[in-house]
């Protein structure tokens, strides 16, 4: 499975980014995907992702209101949708996928895609 993230850039505080993450590979929709994103010197933090048949949406306490995940099926692609932002957004934002839910807020994640940095000035 390989992901490639794609669609950070600059913005100032308030404004929005789209991300997005597309996979390929035979088994890409065998997982669950999701953000997660590594600001300098800090730990690389869970961000959001679908529960599997995307019945529902977790999304980190530091995110919640102001970002929202979804996907098109049809190209195996999710998108993060970044509203709001603020300079603590400011990070390499990555796509992950793993077995399940649980495992990828736990950050166990089988695959990694490429970063795409996200900065935004104050």
């Known amino acids: 499975v390989q992901l490639q993230a794609s669609g950070g850039g600059l913005v100032q505080a308030g404004g929005s980014l789209r991300l997005s993450c597309a996979a390929s590979?035979?088994?890409?929709?065998?997982?669950?995907m999701g953000w997660f994103r590594q600001a300098p010197g800090k730990e690389r933090e869970f961000v959001a992702h679908f529960s599997w048949k995307a019945v529902s949406t977790y999304y980190a306490d530091s995110v919640k209101g102001r970002f929202t995940i979804s996907r098109d099926n049809a190209k195996n692609t999710r998108y993060l949708l970044m509203n709001s932002l603020k300079p603590e957004d400011t990070a390499v934002y990555l796509c992950?996928?793993?077995?399940?839910?649980?495992?990828?807020?736990?950050?166990?994640?089988?695959?990694w895609g490429r970063g795409t940095q996200v900065t935004v000035s104050s």
């Open positions: 992950a996928a793993a077995t399940d839910p649980r495992s990828l807020r736990r950050g166990f994640v089988r695959y």
């Open positions: 590979g035979r088994a890409a929709s065998s997982y669950v």
